[in-house]
Structures are given as structure tokens and as C-alpha cells.
């Protein structure tokens, strides 16, 4: 009896001791925000028949905390309400993904001779639109001005959960890999439904890694239009996704 008290006390005590690391990664996080560019329903549910909280209007700032799927955001306004909105970049546009550390260069190029724009300054925050290489991102700073800084962790805080940035090909392989083997166990059901991750098919499970790892705009219809410019397949293609063969 002692004994399994003392094992209740010291799995309490360890689990006490977690709360604050949780908490205190979280608050760590890099929020991604981004900007009402048209307004837009602001919304209990990730579905139009939701109940509406209110208009989000035009360059209203808030917090993106997840892509449901293609269609929505789940998101933080200012007066620290959350909901759901839609992800068209008709509507919301990412401002910002990441935050300077630590001074650094801004750069016209991903080099070190590249020429230098200007310094970035700690708690700027930055939309990193593309990993040029393993060093390098490029980035956008609050104004639009666009150049690359260095990638190293000393410097630039990312949150990578919302916005997909663009990566070079051999990162998107290993990703896109990566993103298929998290799936591995999912059960197999003919004709299942799309961004729902409980089952696959084998064009849901292909569709699922793919908008997981890189950014494909698609239409509000069942016919899906996938398009990205990767130099490593440099695919375009319109239709209705029906098999896909791995």
C-alpha cells in the first residue's frame, strides 16, 4: 500500500513539474499573423453554416493558429476570441511567421558576399517565404522588403505550422517522405473523405502529404486544381483527383 502511494505521489509531483514547461513553450511559440485584406466572416466552426461571431474587417490584424484545411484558418482577433475563417488569400493574408533573435544581416543574396540591405533587429517580425538553401531563408520584412538572412536558430525564431514556405527540392522530397511515414497504421477506406486524416485512400493519403509540406491553392469545388512551380517536377494539372499510384 505504501509503496503504490509513493508511485501515485512521485507520477503527481512529475507531472506538477511539467504544467510550467508546457506553459512556458507554448507562450515561447512564434505566433503566425496575419492581415483581413477583404472582409470576411469570422466564424464559430470551420463551416459556413456555423454560427457567425461577427465581420472581420479590412486590416484587422489577428493570430493564425492552424490550417484545418484548405478552405480554413483557425484564428485569434485582437480581442482574443477564437474561430474560424476562411483561408483564401482573398480574404487573409500571412504577414509574419518568425522573429529576429538576434540582430542580423539582411542580405540581396543567400551569401555572406551578398550585399547587405540593411541589420533586422531583435523582435522584428518576418514572413520567411523560402529556404534557399541550408543557411539561407529568404524573407519579407514588415514593409515588404524582401532579401535572405541567415537560417541558424541563433538568429530567427520560425513557426512552420500555418504558412508553407517554399523549399528546395531535395528539403521537399525529404519532407514530403517524412509527412507520408507519420501516416503509416491509418486504415484504408475507399472513397474517403479529403483532409480527414482517420482514413485514407491511396489519392487522399497522396493529397494529404502533398498540402502538408507545400502551399497548392484549390478550388471551392470537387474538382481540385493542384499547381506548383518546384523545379523538381514543375507540375501543372487541373482535374478531379480519382487513383494516384506510389
Same mark, same amino acid.
Given at each position: 500500500?505504501?509503496?503504490?502511494t509513493l508511485s501515485l505521489l512521485l507520477a503527481v509531483?512529475?507531472?506538477?513539474?511539467?504544467?510550467?514547461?508546457?506553459?512556458?513553450?507554448?507562450?515561447?511559440?512564434?505566433?503566425?499573423?496575419?492581415?483581413?485584406?477583404?472582409?470576411?466572416?469570422?466564424?464559430?466552426?470551420?463551416?459556413?453554416?456555423?454560427?457567425?461571431y461577427r465581420l472581420l474587417k479590412k486590416n484587422e490584424?489577428?493570430?493564425?493558429?492552424?490550417?484545418?484545411?484548405?478552405?480554413?484558418?483557425?484564428?485569434?482577433?485582437?480581442?482574443?476570441?477564437?474561430?474560424?475563417?476562411?483561408?483564401?488569400?482573398?480574404?487573409?493574408?500571412?504577414?509574419?511567421?518568425?522573429?529576429?533573435?538576434?540582430?542580423?544581416?539582411?542580405?540581396?543574396?543567400?551569401?555572406?558576399?551578398?550585399?547587405? #540591405?540593411?541589420? @533586422?533587429?531583435?523582435?522584428?517580425?518576418?514572413? %520567411?517565404?523560402?529556404?534557399?538553401?541550408? /543557411? *539561407?531563408?529568404?524573407? =519579407?520584412?514588415?514593409?515588404?522588403?524582401?532579401?535572405?538572412?541567415?537560417?541558424?536558430?541563433?538568429?530567427?525564431?520560425?513557426?512552420?505550422?500555418?504558412?508553407?514556405?517554399?523549399?528546395?527540392?531535395?528539403?521537399?522530397?525529404?519532407?514530403?517522405?517524412?509527412?507520408?511515414?507519420?501516416?503509416?497504421?491509418?486504415?484504408?477506406?475507399?472513397?474517403?473523405?479529403?483532409?480527414?486524416?482517420?482514413?485514407?485512400?491511396?489519392?487522399?493519403?497522396?493529397?494529404?502529404?502533398?498540402?502538408? #509540406?507545400?502551399? @497548392?491553392?484549390?478550388?471551392?469545388?470537387?474538382? %481540385?486544381?493542384?499547381?506548383?512551380?518546384? /523545379? *523538381?517536377?514543375?507540375? =501543372?494539372?487541373?482535374?478531379?483527383?480519382?487513383?494516384?499510384?506510389?
Open positions: 500500500m505504501m509503496k503504490r509531483t512529475f507531472l506538477i513539474m511539467l504544467l510550467p514547461l508546457t506553459a512556458a513553450a507554448a507562450e515561447d511559440e512564434v505566433p503566425t499573423k496575419g492581415k483581413v485584406i477583404a472582409g470576411v466572416s469570422f466564424r464559430s466552426q470551420p463551416s459556413t453554416s456555423s454560427t457567425l490584424t489577428v493570430k493564425v493558429l492552424d490550417e484545418i484545411n484548405p478552405y480554413w484558418y483557425r484564428i485569434e482577433d485582437q480581442n482574443g476570441q477564437q474561430g474560424f475563417v476562411s483561408a483564401s488569400d482573398k480574404y487573409i493574408e500571412i504577414t509574419s511567421n518568425a522573429e529576429v533573435i538576434y540582430g542580423v544581416n539582411m542580405r540581396k543574396a543567400p551569401s555572406t558576399s551578398g550585399d547587405v #540591405v540593411r541589420m @533586422l533587429t531583435k523582435g522584428e517580425e518576418l514572413l %520567411v517565404l523560402e529556404k534557399a538553401n541550408d /543557411s *539561407w531563408f529568404k524573407v =519579407r520584412d514588415a514593409a515588404g522588403v524582401e532579401g535572405y538572412a541567415s537560417a541558424g536558430t541563433k538568429y530567427i525564431k520560425l513557426n512552420t505550422n500555418v504558412y508553407k514556405m517554399k523549399l528546395s527540392k531535395s528539403d521537399l522530397i525529404e519532407a514530403f517522405i517524412a509527412e507520408g511515414m507519420k501516416y503509416m497504421g491509418t486504415p484504408y477506406e475507399f472513397g474517403s473523405t479529403r483532409f480527414d486524416i482517420t482514413t485514407f485512400d491511396c489519392s487522399d493519403f497522396v493529397l494529404q502529404a502533398f498540402w502538408n #509540406v507545400t502551399a @497548392l491553392p484549390f478550388l471551392p469545388t470537387p474538382a %481540385v486544381r493542384l499547381h506548383t512551380s518546384r /523545379s *523538381w517536377a514543375e507540375l =501543372r494539372w487541373i482535374g478531379r483527383i480519382s487513383n494516384a499510384a506510389i
